[in-house]
């Protein structure tokens, strides 16, 4: 299979804890973007990467959050002291240039 | 703003009712329109692309299309495992970023 992948699944934090969540997008993709969905809504942009570069962030990203692309090829998103609020699925989504977007099966996230 | 309304924000169908599901945007300049079917606790699954008013997609039971101001997804004698919900994106010209709508949920009772 050679769609784009996401690990962990699920994760299960305690409020105050970091996380970091992995993505390995398809193979000749330069693009690749995060984003988070709670119940009931479309997914929120967070950020996106061309090749290696961070170009753009939302700016109702929090200070907590950093994502990072070494080299190019997977990616990792990190939230510092989580929140309740932070509970969400994190969806990693690659593409072609301005193509269509696929994504991942989504890590769930869940703050206690 | 670049802006996506979908509806209605939920549909049940009768196995073989044909239906329509809206998607209106504002966007300073359109780059493409996209439908994803999501099914629960999944990522999004690309289904058309569409870039300028007058074209249109289809794909077995699933019809795009798309005009100045806003695309239908028509669904032609739907099945229960037509049910998702079924999500519209734009991309404008002037950025990198894709506008997603809320969601169309659709239930097709056998």
């Known amino acids: 299979d050679t769609g784009v992948s996401q690990d962990p699944r699920h994760k299960i934090t305690k409020r105050g804890q970091n996380v970091t969540f992995r993505c390995d997008p398809i193979s000749e993709h330069n693009r690749l973007y995060w984003y988070r969905q709670t119940l009931g809504q479309g997914p929120e942009f967070l950020t996106y990467?061309?090749?290696?570069?961070?170009?753009?962030k939302s700016r109702l990203l929090s200070d907590r959050f950093s994502a990072e692309r070494p080299k190019g090829s997977f990616s990792t998103l990190e939230i510092q002291r989580t929140e309740q609020g932070d509970s969400a699925m994190y969806l990693c989504?690659?593409?072609?240039?301005?193509?269509?977007?696929?994504f991942g099966p989504g890590t769930r996230l869940t703050v206690t | 703003e670049d802006q996506v309304t979908q509806s209605p924000e939920a549909l049940r169908l009768q196995e073989g009712e044909s239906s329509s599901l809206n998607c209106s945007y504002t966007?300073?300049?359109?780059?493409?329109l996209f439908w994803y079917r999501q099914d629960p606790g999944k990522g999004p699954e690309f289904l058309f692309t569409?870039?300028?008013a007058g074209e249109e997609k289809e794909k077995e039971r699933l019809k795009a299309t798309l005009t100045k101001k806003e695309s239908f997804l028509h669904i032609t004698a739907p099945k229960p495992e037509d049910s998702a919900t079924y999500l519209c994106?734009?991309?404008?010209?002037?950025?990198?970023?894709?506008?997603f709508g809320t969601g169309t949920s659709l239930t097709v009772i056998p």
């Open positions: 569409l870039y300028s």
């Open positions: 990467f061309q090749n290696e570069a961070q170009l753009e």
């Open positions: 994106a734009v991309q404008a010209t002037t950025g990198n970023q894709f506008y």
């Open positions: 989504a690659s593409s072609l240039q301005y193509y269509e977007q696929y």
């Open positions: 966007v300073s300049g359109l780059r493409g």
